[in-house]
């Protein structure tokens, strides 16, 4: 599925599209280029999901952690794990399928069996500041 997201505001409709279709044990992996709009789009989802807190990049905690209507949200940063590979410090958070857990720069972590089962969101950044968005994955979005 490729969405063209022109605005704020398309990018807030469709990460309140996305969190409704979620059913709360859900595996996503974002990835684009800094400034795409990976921590933006986790923002109003997690918004949609009833989440209270300020959503900011986990860049520096590599993790955050929220309670949502459809249960915990973890929202994890790779970026610095880019030379590491993966971190089994996560592992509590990225294996645990009674959340949602969405993963920015999720290819920096070297485990592509980790990612079988994932939703997989590419977010690129074309002509006039428009988002293409790519997903992959089981996942129906109204």
Not at 15 to 27: F, S
Not at 109 to 114: G, S
Request: hydrophobic letters at 40%; glycine letters at 8%.
């Amino acid at each position: 599925m490729k969405v063209e997201l022109k605005t704020l505001k398309d990018v807030e409709d469709f990460g309140r599209r996305l969190a409704k279709a979620l059913k709360g044990n859900e595996l996503i992996g974002l990835k684009g280029p800094l400034g795409a709009g990976k921590t933006t789009l986790t923002k109003y989802i997690a918004k949609e999901l009833g989440v209270k807190e300020e959503i900011i990049s986990p860049t520096f905690n590599i993790i955050k952690v929220y309670d949502s209507i459809k249960g915990p949200l973890y929202h994890i940063d790779a970026y610095r794990l880019e030379n590491l590979g993966y971190d089994p410090v996560l592992d509590d958070y990225i294996f645990d399928e009674g959340a949602i857990r969405i993963i920015e720069w999720y290819n920096y972590l070297d485990d592509e069996d980790l990612f079988k089962d994932a939703i997989e969101i590419s977010i690129s950044i074309k002509e006039n500041n428009v988002r293409e968005i790519e997903i992959e994955g089981d996942l129906c979005i109204d």
